[in-house]
Structure formats: C-alpha cells, structure tokens
Nanobody, 124 residues
Framework: QVQLVESGGGLVQAGGSLRLSCAASRYTFSSYAMGWFRQAPGKEREFLAAISSSGALRTYAESVKGRFTISRDNAKNTVYLQMNNLKSEDTAVYYC?????????????????WGQGTQVTVSS
C-alpha cells in the first residue's frame, strides 16, 4: 500500500517561509509524478504544483508561481515544497499526491494516492 507522509507545516508570520516534505514509500518513487495541493476550510482542494518523475518538468498554479518551488530527491523518496513570502491566504492543509502521469497535473483526478496532510497557518 502506497504511503505518503507530509511534514514541515506549522505557524509562520506573513512574509515568512516554510519547507514542506513528503516522504513516499512502498512503491517505486522515481517512476511517478508528484503534486502538491491545499485545502482551506470551506473551500475545494486546490492544485499548487507538480513535478515529473525525473524532476525535469514542473508546473505551478498562478496563485503561487514565483513564491513556491517544488523539487524532489529520488534517492530519498521525498518531494518538497519550498514556500516563500507566505500570506494569510496560504493558510490551509497541504497535501502531497502521487500521479500516474505529469500531464493534466493540475487535475485532482490525475492522482491516485494522497497523504494525510499537514497544517500551515500564516498569521498576519
């Protein structure tokens, strides 16, 4: 059974930074694209960023482009989300997900497995 475990969330002041990690196990990590999403209370789950299996391709939502960076370390079976210049509207639960393909990476339906999420709270 695929396992995805997010970490690195917490409370940060506006303008600050956090780096989220997602440790993957029980599958061949380097064969799959990975994505990051978030969900704020009362809102739908929102695509943030995705990275191809090799790390050569990346895509971002407009709302985070220039502030967030996705990366991966296939030797460590881990995907990261570096978040800079955080804003109060970034407050949400953040999820990583495993995708079968990088194409249509912004769609929730492109992902088969999800982590349990990590809370990010940005105080203004």
């Amino acid at each position: 059974q695929v396992q995805l475990v997010e970490s690195g969330g917490g409370l940060v002041q506006a303008g600050g930074s956090l780096r989220l990690s997602c440790a993957a196990s029980r599958y061949t990590f380097s064969s799959y694209a990975m994505g990051w999403f978030r969900q704020a209370p009362g809102k739908e789950r929102e695509f943030l960023a995705a990275i191809s299996s090799s790390g050569a391709l990346r895509t971002y939502a407009e709302s985070v482009k220039g502030r967030f960076t996705i990366s991966r370390d296939n030797a460590k079976n881990t995907v990261y989300l570096q978040m800079n210049n955080l804003k109060s509207e970034d407050t949400a639960v953040y999820y990583c997900a495993r995708g079968a393909t990088f194409y249509e990476a912004s769609r929730l339906s492109s992902y088969d497995d999800w982590g349990q999420g990590t809370q990010v709270t940005v105080s203004s």
